[in-house]
């Protein structure tokens, strides 16, 4: 007998007959002696459906409203949910996030997780029962309602698992594992037994997105065995993602290959090469909550420098208007680029590769790719390139890494 | 100053544009300084858009987990509602039936409202804030979400204005107050700027259908002032349901005209005429929730009587299988008629008029309308006649009893 936490996404339960089907394969788990705790999405297109009616109503509705809006979402699903199952003759019960006691903090639409109330959880299953959780949400100290933002029923169901000491948290998904790559990309791509959570999270930060980032680092910091598993197909094992380094010596050096095209590059001519001045630049453009990815200060000529940086191209006029408002700098010429895109390599193997970086731009090289800038850490290698060569160079590096299906 | 609740109903906030001029309504309140706290039902459509989902999952749904599918319809009112406050500039806070605590017995889609905690609600009106409740539904000791079941939200509306000490409770509808009768069938039918709780009640027992009677009793029982008035006119007094007696000497004997076309009859012919037998027959109709409303036993002959009782008729089958599978009874020969309907008069003054009955009976039989069985209170005679008569009977009742519009 195992405790199992599963989570079914939006796609997943998109319908009455979808619904049915994940009923049935609760019963299966059941059947053979485990004890199911289900945490579940807001049927597809319904959470976008409230924002929209929000939208109707304000273009800037209040964090507060917005999470008591859409967190009905997740609701209506793990009703619907405990009637499917009931259906079969299994007993069921839902819990909402305050329901279950699921405390985060106060951040609306965004918020984190502190703490979760096991013990009525944990009853029902004693008694036999199926517990549905509403993923995606919690309440605050005084009872707020808090969404986790988008992809937070992952967080749930690993957080779940986590509380309840589960022998393993099974993600359901529109696809059946972890591959090396964007099979839609690259169609030699190839599903992964196992990876590590460092892949999982640099794969996850740099674009793929199979798993949301902060369920992956969750399950890493509390040791949950966390499986990414297909919810349309019966059979096949999905990409168990471990602590562990694969023993296996045949392992290659380079487990994934991630990318983004949600990439704009701003360039600041001219601003004095002084100490100080990234954080002159920036600071303002950080306190707007813009993601600042890959940072490029050029060498100075003559006392003044170049300074480069990215953000997502929804934030481009944004950081830029930012930067033209900024009474810190004096001068500035400022040029914007949003045609990047960035194509990460990752692996832990590559620590104790040393050739990896030069072969993965000597294999861009060879397609006339220019790389622009370049950011690494200890099991990525992350390259912005025009977006137009972003297929073709997951490609040549997919096959250049010996990542193509034989 | 005034506390004001309002409460608004499901075509009153069917939209985004239905809900801002709601918001605009409460805004105009605002600014007199009223405190105001507002009941909203689910948008119109939403209900049976989640009921029929349920449905696509099973056919009798755990009434536990419909209340939590279901009870998110007005969930989402309350966010939108207070979104569109905010855009004019009001503060404006929600709440969840959870949230207030409404605590409500466990009779999921049935609950009764059994305790209100009014701290939090008093702290925010102190504040300016505009408070906005889900109708509808409450939690119970466990913290399960319960729903009051249908037109639920006037009772949420009345027990808030009960609990706050609140100066009136206004259910804002789509009439514009309460009729002497149904103005779609008696063209000539009256808006009544007064009635009082019993005539009200006996009214919406009788069916008609602007108030639901629960909140009309609970609205007498705390003594709260009740107002009907219409969400889509910006003026009118709407009608003001009183506790006294109208003191006004010209008031009609007869206040108003109620009837419900849901009516069918059964009579159980040969039944042995002893004692017990009313409970034999009905005790196991009773034990299923089948209401029976009138019933008539004539007077035995040769010891065997007819016994004849109404149901609903969607109750009908369930009645009469019940009949057939009683086996108290050994011989009965079962008649039904589901062509029946119920017309009833109201009026609290009628108990000082002796002749209402005899006038009511004449002009029906005026009409050659044949009066199959009656009942009577201190306040109201009802009676059954063919549904074909239906409208020609409240016309001429309207008409003797001088409620027509002069």
Excluded: W
């Excluded at 299994?90 to 984190?112: E, F, M, P």
């Excluded at 959780?133 to 988008?150: S, Y």
């Amino acid at each position: 007998m195992a405790l199992i936490v599963q989570k079914y996404g939006g796609t997943s339960v998109r319908s009455a007959d979808r619904l049915k089907k994940v009923a049935e394969r609760i019963a299966k788990f059941q059947a053979r002696g485990d004890q199911i705790v289900v945490a579940v999405s807001a049927m597809s297109g319904e959470t976008n459906r409230l924002i929209t009616l929000a939208h109707e109503i304000t273009s800037e509705p209040h964090p507060r409203e917005l999470d008591v809006v859409v967190s009905t979402g997740e609701q209506v699903t793990i009703g619907l949910l405990c009637m499917a199952l009931h259906e079969l003759g299994i007993k069921a019960k839902s819990y909402t996030g305050g329901q279950v006691r699921i405390l985060t903090d106060s951040a609306h639409t965004k918020a984190r997780i502190l703490d979760i109330n096991n013990e009525s959880i944990q009853k029902d299953l004693d008694e036999g029962t199926v517990v549905v959780v509403a993923g995606f949400q919690g309440v605050d100290e005084h009872g707020n309602i808090t969404t986790l933002g988008r992809g937070g029923s992952d967080t749930t169901g690993v957080a779940l698992a986590a509380a309840l000491g589960a022998d393993e948290c099974q993600i359901y998904t529109d696809v059946d594992g972890v591959y090396t790559t964007d099979p839609r990309v690259v169609p030699k791509a190839r599903k992964l037994d196992t990876i590590t959570f460092e892949e999982m999270i640099e794969l996850a930060s740099q674009g793929s997105k199979v798993l949301q980032i902060r369920a992956v680092e969750f399950a890493g910091k509390y040791k949950v065995k966390l499986r990414v598993l297909s919810s349309f197909e019966e059979e096949g094992e999905g990409t168990l993602i471990t602590v562990e380094e694969d023993s296996n010596m045949e392992k290659p050096v380079i487990t994934g290959i991630a990318f983004s095209r949600d990439q704009a590059k701003i360039t600041v001519v001219g601003v004095p090469d002084v100490p100080g001045i990234a954080y002159k630049l920036l600071g303002p453009i950080a306190a707007a909550n813009i993601d600042v990815d890959m940072i490029v200060q050029n060498v100075g000529h003559h006392g003044a420098t170049d300074f480069s940086f990215t953000v997502a191209r929804s934030d481009l006029q944004r950081a830029v208007k930012l930067i033209e408002e900024n009474e810190e700098i004096d001068q500035r010429v400022i040029e914007t680029d949003d045609t990047m895109a960035k194509l990460s390599i990752v692996g832990v193997g590559m620590h104790s590769h040393p050739g990896v970086a030069s072969k993965m731009f000597q294999t861009l090289a060879a397609e006339n790719i220019n790389i622009q800038m370049i950011s690494t850490s200890e099991i990525k290698i992350a390259v912005v390139i025009e977006e137009k060569y972003l297929e073709l160079g997951a490609r040549v590096l997919h096959k250049a890494f010996d990542l193509d299906q034989t």
